[in-house]
Nanobody, 127 residues
Framework: QVQLVESGGRLVQTGGSLRLSCTASGFTFSRYTMGWFRQAPGKEREFVSAISWTGGVLDYPDSVKGRFTISRDNAKITIYLQMNSLKPEDTAVYYC????????????????????WGQGTQVTVSS
């Protein structure tokens, strides 16, 4: 059974830092591109970052570039999202996801290309 379990979300003040973790099980983690998405209240789920199975970082949107860093540890079957200089607009539920490795017609920043999702972890940044 595939599971992705996020952790690390909490309430933090503007300018603070958090590190989110996502631990996987039930599939060959080391062969999957993994991604982070987030969804704020009343908004669509948006791409935050992705990392290939070899550890290559694929992209960050301008909204988080220079502040967020994605990484992975295949031995620990875990990906991370280090978030620095947090802003109130970073408030959202953060989800990790595993990208379908074959037959994928969507780009890595499109949530439709991801087949496995975690339950999410809440990040709240107070002003």
């Amino acid at each position: 059974q595939v599971q992705l379990v996020e952790s690390g979300g909490r309430l933090v003040q503007t300018g603070g830092s958090l590190r989110l973790s996502c631990t996987a099980s039930g599939f060959t983690f080391s062969r999957y591109t993994m991604g982070w998405f987030r969804q704020a209240p009343g908004k669509e789920r948006e791409f935050v970052s992705a990392i290939s199975w070899t550890g290559g970082v694929l992209d960050y949107p301008d909204s988080v570039k220079g502040r967020f860093t994605i990484s992975r540890d295949n031995a620990k079957i875990t990906i991370y999202l280090q978030m620095n200089s947090l802003k109130p607009e970073d408030t959202a539920v953060y989800y990790c996801a595993a990208r379908n490795p074959i037959g994928n017609s969507y780009p890595y920043d499109n949530l439709r290309s991801y087949g496995y999702w975690g339950q999410g972890t809440q990040v709240t940044v107070s002003s």
